[in-house]
């Protein structure tokens, strides 16, 4: 049973930072990619970024590009997403999501999801 928590949402003012985390457990982590996805109220969930299983391959949407930085660490299983100059419009639960190998921006394309953590940018 794979299991994705997140931590280390809050509220922040615009111009500052935020670190996401997810723990994940359950079965080999460096066999499949990692995902950041987030929605916002009335809006559809959103990739936002995500990290192939080795590491190899990383992808951003263009609204994060240059301001938010995925990373893994395959020993401890988690993997992070560095926020900064965060805006308004990045306000949006944030999930984690366990994809496949080769990483994708589809959100289908994963099968495993956390909770959710929410982070508030006020302006």
């Known amino acids: 049973q794979v299991q994705l928590v997140e931590s280390g949402g809050g509220l922040v003012q615009a111009g500052g930072s935020l670190r996401l985390s997810c723990v994940a457990s359950?079965?080999?982590?460096?066999?499949?990619?990692m995902g950041w996805f987030r929605q916002a109220p009335g809006k559809e969930r959103e990739f936002v970024a995500c990290?192939?299983?080795?590491?190899?391959?990383?992808n951003y949407a263009d609204s994060v590009k240059g301001r938010f930085t995925i990373s893994r660490d395959s020993a401890k299983k988690t993997v992070d997403l560095q926020m900064n100059s965060l805006k308004p419009e990045d306000t949006a639960v944030y999930y984690c999501?366990?994809?496949?190998?080769?990483?994708?921006?589809?959100?289908?394309?994963?099968?495993?999801w956390g909770q959710g953590t929410q982070v508030t940018v006020s302006s």
């Open positions: 990290i192939a299983g080795n590491g190899g391959w990383i």
């Open positions: 359950g079965r080999t982590f460096s066999l499949y990619s």
């Open positions: 999501a366990q994809g496949p190998h080769y990483g994708s921006k589809r959100r289908s394309d994963y099968g495993y």
